[in-house]
Structure formats: C-alpha cells, structure tokens
Nanobody
C-alpha cells in the first residue's frame, strides 16, 4: 500500500524547534523527489523545501537558514528540521513525493505546527 505518514508536529513557542518526519511505504523511495509543503488558514498551499535523490535541495525564501530538509534513503524517510520558528510558520505541513518519471505526486495527511506563546 502506497502511503506517506507524517509525524512530529505540535505546539512550540517562538524561537523553538521541531523536527517533522515522513515515512514512505509502497514506493521506490530513491525514484522520488521528497518535499514538504505547508498551508496556513486562508492561504494556498506553498512549497517549503524539497530534496532530490541526488541530494539537490530547494527552500522557500521564508525558511532559508532556519529549516533543513534531509532524507534517509535506507529508511524511506524524509525529515524537516525547523529551527528559530516564528508565528508565521504556523500551518499544516504536508509531506510530498514527486516521481522522477511520469506519475502523480503523493501526499501525506498533514501534521499541524503551531508557533505561539
């Protein structure tokens, strides 16, 4: 069964850190670009970061220098380390798997991140 399962969300104070995890099953992980998107209330879903199987990365300008994406191809897992969190980072974070060849992207169910005092 093809599945992306996120974990690690929660409530954190401004300036704090969280690490999100996304475990993939049912896919050849090394043939997918793995990424994280987020959607805040009333806003469109936006790219946070992605990492290719070769190790190339891309970050949204708003998270550069604060967030780090990594992937463990042996564990079929992608991570998002989030430091120096701001209230504007509050959103539902979604794991995404985009195939290198033809095919539809896969989405996780989302995990809530709330940055607040």
């Amino acid at each position: 069964q093809v599945q992306l399962g996120e974990s690690g969300g929660g409530l954190v104070q401004p300036g704090g850190s969280l690490r999100l995890s996304c475990a993939a099953s049912g896919i050849n992980f090394e043939l997918y670009i793995m990424g994280w998107y987020r959607q805040a209330p009333g806003k469109e879903r936006e790219l946070v970061a992605f990492k290719t199987p070769a190790g190339n990365t891309k970050y949204a300008d708003s998270v550069k220098g604060r967030f780090t994406i990594s992937r463990d191809n042996a564990q079929n897992t992608v991570y998002l380390q989030m430091n120096q969190l701001k209230p504007t980072d509050t959103a539902v974070y979604y794991c995404n798997a985009k195939p290198l060849v033809v095919g539809s992207p896969l989405w996780g169910q989302g995990t809530q991140v709330t940055v607040s005092l």
